[in-house]
C-alpha cells in the first residue's frame, strides 16, 4: 500500500559527490514486503540530492533502484511512488 525508500549507502556517511543507490521496497498496509516484479516506481531528488540516470525503475521482487549522487548529504531527500498501490 505504500512505498518506503532508503539509501543503499553500506554503512558508510556519504560525501559530496558520493554515488549510492536508492532503493524503493513495495509494502503492504502492515509494513511487510510485497514482492511484486514489474511494477514502475517513479523517483524523485530534492536538496542534497540528484538522480543520475532515468528517474523510472521497475521492481524486481517488490524492489527498484535507481543512482543517486549526493550534492550536500544530509540536505534533503529521496522519494519515489508507484501507481496502483491499494
Known amino acids: 500500500a505504500r512505498v518506503e525508500v532508503a539509501l543503499d549507502d553500506m ?8 554515488l549510492v ?3 524503493a521496497q513495495l509494502v503492504d498496509k ?9 511494477a514502475p516506481v517513479t523517483f524523485a531528488a530534492s536538496g542534497g540530492y540528484e538522480i543520475v ?3 523510472t525503475a521497475t521492481t524486481e521482487a517488490g ?8 550534492v550536500r548529504p544530509g540536505h534533503g531527500r529521496v522519494t519515489a ?3 496502483g498501490l491499494n
Open 81 to 83: 511512488s508507484a501507481a
Open 11 to 18: 554503512g558508510v556517511k556519504p560525501v559530496e559527490n558520493d
Open 63 to 70: 524492489v527498484a533502484s535507481v543512482l543517486v549522487r549526493t
Open 30 to 38: 502492515s509494513g511487510r514486503p510485497v514482492f511484486v516484479s514489474g
Open 53 to 55: 540516470g532515468p528517474a
Open 21 to 23: 543507490f536508492a532503493r
